[in-house]
């Protein structure tokens, strides 16, 4: 009879869509359905509530895409960083079937209908453009991969010690918001941090990048999953050595040929060292005035000082020589024996005059000839065309060990430090 064959079909056909119920919808290759419509029968027809996570305890695998780097100038301490932001977790509610008819299933258009984590940001600046969803992915065994798009403005942490040698560390983290560790806990994929094959960097240049978990420097909450980047620039050397060390070195350099030049030619001398002094100044203020406000920078404030006391000893020099060039001789070649040498002449007797001699001999050093004012400015001449340029040399050479080659390689150049 007909409820029969009824009743035969109905016990074979509940098993099949309680496998279904527990393992996922099942579509047979017959079935010309498209994504849409799995989705629909997923979330709408077997009651699926987005407000229930997938586990007592969900994790979620991320990674994070570097797209773009840039920075205001070069000597900034604000970096703008725009990623994407891949968050995966299983939803066993969201398997399905399809005999191989959808490699995954794009549910952008049921975003507000699927359960996702929510997550924010935990940084130091301001977020640059809002939430932007690229893709949501919905393979068959449930797994979800949700793509995010952020851009954010990094306040990051540079030793101005050492400035411009040093290494800005920029710092942000991802934290959920509303679950707390129990509940749901965020996992690193196993390439945590990559960048894009056409990245786009502007005055950015990064040369390291770290991922961990959260500690109490990166977390404002201490119940809540968190993961850290770090990301860690450098400064472009090429763009301080042509605008502060190389004119630095010219200008001081430029002083010294004022050494080589005669005494006579004052204004010249004058015009080297003064325009080398005022064209030094309007140098470093103009670069200062892109610099950060702040009162330890040690390096740059070493080598400008140091620059400027060359500068200005040279000057000093040329009017401490022009004065003894010029200064009147009232007697020149005159003997430094007391006065009582030149009164008369009284002849020893015999018997003394080999006693006389030996008092004359032993205290003949007495009877050279002191330096004139002339010979004493050429002296100091000559020795300042040794000692100024070797000791500029000398600091210089230091400057750039110390600085540039010994202390950016120090530890605390490339880690975050605690506020």
Same mark, same amino acid.
């Given at each position: 009879m007909w409820w029969i064959q009824y009743l035969r079909t109905i016990a074979f056909v509940l098993p099949l869509y309680s496998v279904a119920a527990q393992e996922g919808v099942v579509f047979t290759p017959d079935d010309n359905i498209s994504d849409k419509e799995i989705l629909d029968q997923l979330l709408l027809n077997r009651g699926y509530d987005k407000r229930t996570r997938p586990d007592p305890l969900t994790k979620i695998t991320v990674n994070v895409l570097l797209h773009s780097l840039s920075s205001p100038d070069e000597s900034s301490l604000n970096y703008e960083v725009e990623f994407l932001l891949y968050r995966t977790w299983r939803d066993e509610r969201l398997a399905f079937d399809d005999a191989g008819r959808h490699k995954y299933l794009n549910g952008m258009s049921h975003a507000d209908a699927i359960w996702m984590p929510s997550t924010y940001i935990v940084k130091h600046g301001s977020l640059k453009d809002p939430l932007v969803d690229m893709s949501l992915r919905v393979y068959r065994n449930g797994t979800v991969v949700h793509i995010l798009r952020r851009g954010i403005?990094?306040? *990051?942490? +540079?030793? #101005? =010690?050492? !400035?411009?040698?040093?290494? /800005? =560390?920029?710092? !942000?983290?991802?934290?959920?918001?509303?679950?707390?560790?129990?509940e749901l806990k965020l996992e690193w994929a196993a390439t945590p941090l990559s960048e894009a094959t056409s990245i786009q960097a502007f005055n950015a240049y990064l040369i390291s990048k770290n991922t961990g978990t959260c500690g109490?420097?990166?977390?404002? %909450? +201490?119940?809540?999953? *968190?993961?850290?980047? #770090?990301?860690?620039?450098? %400064?472009?050397?090429?763009?301080? !050595?042509?605008?502060?060390?190389? /004119? +630095?070195i010219i200008l001081v350099t430029s002083a010294f040929i004022s050494f080589w030049l005669d005494k006579g030619v004052v204004p010249a001398r004058v015009m080297i060292g003064v325009t080398t002094m005022l064209s030094f100044c309007t140098t470093t203020n103009n670069f200062r005035s892109s610099l950060p406000v702040v009162s330890n920078l040690t390096a740059l404030n070493l080598w400008d000082g140091v620059c400027m006391f060359f500068i200005y000893s040279s000057l000093l020099e040329f009017v401490t020589v022009n004065y003894l060039y010029r200064k009147t001789e009232g007697h020149q070649g005159e003997t430094l024996l007391l006065p009582c040498c030149k009164c008369r002449r009284v002849e020893p007797k015999e018997d003394q005059k080999d006693e006389a001699t030996v008092e004359i001999t032993r205290f003949a050093w007495i009877r050279s000839s002191k330096l004139s004012s002339k010979e004493l400015s050429f002296q100091i001449e000559n020795v300042a065309k040794i000692v100024f340029p070797t000791s500029f040399a000398i600091f210089v050479f230091i400057y750039f060990i110390v600085y540039a080659a010994i202390l950016p390689h120090n530890e605390d150049n490339w880690k975050i430090q605690a506020s």
């Open positions: 403005s990094i306040n *990051c942490q +540079g030793n #101005l =010690k050492i !400035f411009p040698f040093d290494n /800005p =560390k920029c710092p !942000f983290a991802i934290e959920s918001v509303a679950l707390e560790e129990d109490k420097m990166f977390t404002w %909450r +201490g119940k809540f999953s *968190c993961l850290h980047i #770090l990301l860690v620039f450098t %400064r472009d050397k090429n763009y301080y !050595f042509s605008s502060v060390f190389v /004119p +630095g």
